[in-house]
């Protein structure tokens, strides 16, 4: 028989208390946030999985620092971001992953309609591109537009998981679309009169 | 002559916030209505300021061009067997992070002691010539100095990283 299932509170509590098992329960919870989290940041499958668990193994370890009566995940969040801030800063692994190079992102559409092998190419060459735009973004304006694009985040929670202004998410949002728009327009992807990314 | 000239300059930078707060302002109007978080009267403001400027609405279009491509994308699903493990990668990791912590404080002990007897026997061997000697005592006072130095950095260098926390 299962009883109700624990709150975050009663599980970051009891993994205060050096119960692993609790903490256990929460990294199943969070594990695939977490995970997406960084793929967003970073866009390599075994670094976002790597950087993800090392976020929860350094939360474990900073048990004693975390806010029962806060929610958990936001807290996560910080640990997570910055981890992934530091990697994509490091030109090593940031020239490990140009050579790891490929799409993060996926069709959404992909089953939904019948589409002919060109269309599916299309498609692939179209995420190819998309992917590495966001890849060259500033990480700040990538962040915020991960979160708002791929995790359908609305403003005020966007400004509420990074502590900041919904105006500062605006700006960012702002910064990363025009970038991207820019690189997309030329790369004649996005089709419209006169480019988003003029002057 | 000095303060009409004053007076001009403080207005023409006042004109300049001015302007820099209505184009921040138009900005975040143009994201709300892509991401259609633009209220009734925000929509309003947004027509009247691409009326004063039309170039505005190809951006405002590629925006909403961008949208309409990104909708159709969403991060690549993990392996399934992902999640399988991921709890038991983290307690290794955790396992594992005990495990260097002794390893490390422990070598560290057990190296020191060893050089400490090391230097010890050496310096008490009356038979080695005093140059040998004062060699292995000046090697030691030279690494601990360098020690002492590696140190003193990294903490000078964590204590004013700018990115050692989160940059917002």
Known sequence: ?199 | MGRPDRGRTRAVSEDRRATARDEERLRWLMMAAVDGEISGDERVELEDALERAPELRNELEAFRRLKEVTDTMSPRRAPGETWDTYWEDVYRRLERGVAWILVSVSAIVLGTWGLWQVVRDLMADTALPPVIRWSVLALMAGLVILFVSVVRERLFVQKRDPYKDVVR
């Open chain 1, 1 to 199: 028989m299962n009883g109700p299932e624990p709150t975050d509170r009663a599980l970051v509590l009891r993994a205060q208390n050096g119960e692993r098992a609790a903490f256990g329960e929460l990294v199943t919870r969070y594990m695939e946030r977490a995970y997406y989290a960084a793929l967003g940041l970073v866009g390599v499958h075994e670094d976002a999985l790597d950087l993800s668990q090392e976020a929860f193994a350094r939360a474990f370890r900073a048990r004693g620092r975390i806010d029962p009566d806060r929610p958990f995940f936001p807290w996560l969040y910080q640990i997570i971001r910055r981890l992934c801030f530091n990697h994509t800063r490091d030109r090593r692994s940031h020239r490990q992953k140009l050579e790891r190079a490929g799409s993060w992102l996926a069709d959404t559409t992909m089953g939904r309609e019948a589409a002919s092998p060109e269309r599916e190419t299309e498609r692939a060459e179209l995420r190819e591109q998309v992917s590495r735009a966001i890849d060259r973004l500033e990480p700040r304006e990538r962040e915020v537009l991960v979160l708002r694009e791929f995790q359908a985040l609305k403003y005020r929670e966007i400004a509420e998981l990074l502590d900041i202004p919904i105006g500062t998410v605006m700006s960012r949002l702002y910064g990363a679309r025009r970038a991207l728009a820019r690189e997309l327009v030329e790369a004649g992807v996005v089709h419209v009169e006169g480019a988003a990314g003029d002057g």
